[in-house]
Nanobody
Framework: QVQLVESGGGLVQPGGFLRLSCAAS????????MGWFRQAPGKQRELVAT???????NYADSVKGRFTISRDDAKNTVSLQMNSLQPEDTAVYYCNTKSSNLPWGQGTLVTVSS
């Protein structure tokens, strides 16, 4: 059964950091381009970072230089290191394939506030 389980969210002050993790119970994870998405209150879900099977990464302009996506193919996990967090990063964060063709997990809430 396909399952995506995100974790690591929480409340953090502006300038702080968090590390999100996603456990992906999918076949052929090793050849799949994975991504992190986020949905802020009242806004559409947006793609913030992707990582290919070869480790090539891409980032939305809004997070470039602050967020780092990585993957562990041995554990079928994908992570998102988020530094210098700002209030505008507040959102529910999800992982999925780049084309978001898998059922969405429950996400993990990140709140950036003083």
């Amino acid at each position: 059964q396909v399952q995506l389980v995100e974790s690591g969210g929480g409340l953090v002050q502006p300038g702080g950091f968090l590390r999100l993790s996603c456990a992906a119970s999918i076949t052929r994870f090793i050849i799949t381009t994975m991504g992190w998405f986020r949905q802020a209150p009242g806004k559409q879900r947006e793609l913030v970072a992707t990582i290919t099977s070869g480790g090539n990464t891409n980032y939305a302009d809004s997070v470039k230089g602050r967020f780092t996506i990585s993957r562990d193919d041995a554990k079928n996990t994908v992570s998102l290191q988020m530094n210098s967090l700002q209030p505008e990063d507040t959102a529910v964060y999800y992982c999925n394939t780049k084309s978001s063709n898998l059922p969405w997990g429950q996400g993990t809430l990140v709140t950036v506030s003083s």
